[in-house]
């Protein structure tokens, strides 16, 4: 069978389309003869996320991204992607999640499938769950955030830093520092004057210093010679602190407590008046009478005192003839008078 010239141009025409299709297919990763299945994910923002866009799970790309539309019936603008799965080794299981990551600096987006838990697959034409992966920008963003409010703080207060420079480096300011530093200067000179008479009088004093030392170095000698003495001290002194801790004290300063109240009894039973020396302090006219007749018994007192003869008389023997009698009649009689003479004003 002859075939003319059309029908070959023909058919080199329809194999180069197919071979343009099938060479533009591959350069977008897609196979035409391959077995693939067909997954859906919703999202609400792709993140730039294009079709031709790779599918990988560990690393490993195991399909592309077919299609990205809006979900139809969507008001909020919501994504529905559509990726195929070459591989037909690779089993995943029912709630594993589309994730969009990051798949380098320049910015390109990939699918990457997180397997789940469930014990049953997916199949092709399920949507499994989306997830979107904080982009490296989005990262940085999320870095930068709170060092940017730390910054502004920090202008914040630096701000106030300077204003209070301002405030305090004006001209009131700079003469209240000024007259500081004077006050200081002069402060540390009279520190200095201060220590220096300290040194001159340590100095001066230094035999006396010293002589103090030797003698306090005596005495801790003289105390280390006396520990056994001091010890014996304490061991009495310990001793008299049982006896009075065994002393019946409360019940001694009970008993002192109630003469007390006693003696302020009878005080005051004196005070008003009541009893012998109650009269006698508060009884002007019986303290005079009293005071009158102590007067008189002194006088009486003395006066025995000084002539006994005239009360007493004791004859233990009668000697004596009748001249020597009458001389003592008479010498008595001659004392009475003077007696008399004395008494008489």
Do not use: C
């Not at 994730?99 to 199949?123: D, H, Q, T, W």
Request: no cysteine; hydrophobic share 35%.
């Amino acid at each position: 069978m002859k075939i003319n010239k059309e029908t070959k141009i023909g058919i080199v025409l329809v194999l180069a389309i197919a071979g343009a299709v099938w060479g533009f297919n591959v350069l977008k990763g897609s196979n035409l003869f391959s077995r693939s299945r067909t997954f859906y994910a919703k999202y609400q923002n792709v993140s730039g996320l294009t079709v031709s866009s790779p599918v990988k799970v560990n690393g490993f790309k195991i399909g592309q991204v077919t299609d990205v539309r809006f979900l139809p019936g969507s008001t909020t603008g919501e994504l529905l992607v559509q990726f195929k799965i070459d591989n037909k080794d690779f089993n995943f299981p029912k709630d594993s999640k589309a994730r969009i990551v990051s798949s380098g600096l320049l910015g390109g987006n990939e699918i990457v499938i997180v397997p789940g838990k469930s014990s049953m697959y997916a199949e092709k034409g399920d949507t499994l769950r989306s997830e979107l992966e904080a982009g490296l920008q989005q990262q940085v963003n999320e870095m930068i955030a709170p060092l940017k409010i730390k910054v502004e703080n920090l202008i914040g207060s630096v701000d106030t830093v300077v204003t209070a420079f301002k405030a305090v480096f004006d001209d009131e300011g700079m003469g209240n520092i000024s007259s500081g530093l004077t006050s200081l200067r002069k402060s540390i000179q009279g520190i200095e004057l201060i220590i220096s008479q300290v040194n001159t009088l340590l100095s001066n004093e230094r035999p006396k210093i010293s002589h103090i030392f030797t003698n306090v170095d005596s005495i801790s000698g003289t105390i280390q010679k006396s520990n056994k003495d001091i010890t014996n001290i304490i061991k009495n002194f310990s001793a008299v602190s049982d006896s009075l801790k065994n002393a019946r004290i409360s019940s001694t300063v009970n008993s002192l407590n109630r003469v007390m109240g006693e003696v302020d009894t009878m005080l005051t039973r004196v005070n008003r008046g009541e009893g012998t020396i109650g009269e006698l302090l508060t009884n002007k006219a019986l303290y005079n009478k009293l005071d009158s007749v102590v007067i008189k018994l002194n006088v009486l007192v003395q006066d025995i005192t000084d002539h006994p003869d005239d009360y007493i008389t004791v004859n233990l023997i009668k000697v004596g003839t009748s001249r020597e009698r009458k001389e003592r009649q008479e010498e008595k009689e001659r004392k009475k008078q003077e007696k008399l003479n004395r008494k008489s004003p």
